[in-house]
């Protein structure tokens, strides 16, 4: 079974700052995708960014990026230029392949204030 | 617009009586899934099925039933075994596909009052 572990239940960042939030993660298999989802207060979860785990490269979409290590099982989120709508919960996950398509294993979540 | 529906947002409910929870999709996805949220848990299966008229058990699917009879409907009854039902539900689709991700509804909040 797969494991996925945010250890920082709240961080906060100043408007225009870059932050960067945790995840690792636990799993016997090799071939998966990683995802961030933000659920902002209205609670509808949106996909931020998604990392194929065959992939060296790391996924940016705009002013969201990761750091992908796959040895080392960590997959970080890092927002730049953070802006008063990227307040919101964010949810680190896992999906395995092929059997499981859409079925995610989520941490628990952290919690991110952007201040102006 | 294509998406997911639930309804309702808010359901209260009676100890001992069931309740059952919609989700609808007209994304013609083949998936679809059930979570439940708990503060400082994330997200917890419930139920997914992968197909029509066949569903698997989550992590947590005890006290909670599902059909999928059709492919856009997927509803969840959570039935009075369930002993701490008070929480979040959130319903997702997808397709079987690779390089894809799950698709959220709203959500509907359930409370046992």
């Known amino acids: 079974a797969q494991t996925v572990t945010q250890s920082q239940p709240e961080m906060s960042v100043q408007e225009a700052e870059t932050v960067t939030l945790s995840c690792t993660y636990d799993?016997?298999?090799?071939?998966?995708?990683l995802f961030w989802y933000k659920q902002p207060p209205s609670r509808q979860m949106i996909l931020v960014i998604r990392?194929?785990?065959?992939?060296?490269q790391n996924a940016t979409e705009n002013r969201f990026s990761v750091n992908f290590q796959k040895a080392a099982k960590s997959f970080s989120l890092k927002i730049s230029d953070s802006q008063l709508g990227d307040t919101a919960m964010y949810f680190c996950?896992?999906?395995?392949?092929?059997?499981?398509?859409?079925?995610?294993?989520f941490g628990q979540g952290t919690i991110l204030t952007v201040h102006p | 617009d294509g998406g997911i529906t639930q309804s309702p947002k808010y359901l209260f409910r009676k100890e001992g009586q069931n309740v059952t929870l919609s989700c609808e999709q007209n994304?013609?996805?083949?998936?679809m899934y059930w979570y439940r949220q708990d503060p400082g848990q994330g997200l917890r299966l419930i139920y997914y099925?992968?197909?029509?008229?066949?569903?698997q058990k989550g992590d947590i699917a005890e006290g909670y039933s599902v059909s999928r009879e059709k492919k856009e409907s997927f509803p969840l009854t959570v039935t009075s075994a369930q002993k701490n039902p008070t929480a979040f539900y959130l319903c997702?689709?997808?397709?079987?596909?690779?390089?894809?991700?799950?698709?959220f509804g709203q959500g509907t909040r359930l409370t046992v009052v």
């Open positions: 997702a689709s997808s397709p079987r596909t690779e390089n894809t991700e799950a698709f």
């Open positions: 799993t016997s298999e090799n071939n998966y995708y």
């Open positions: 990392q194929e785990a065959y992939k060296q």
């Open positions: 996950a896992f999906m395995k392949l092929r059997t499981s398509y859409g079925k995610l294993t």
């Open positions: 994304l013609n996805h083949d998936a």
């Open positions: 099925s992968q197909i029509v008229n066949d569903f």
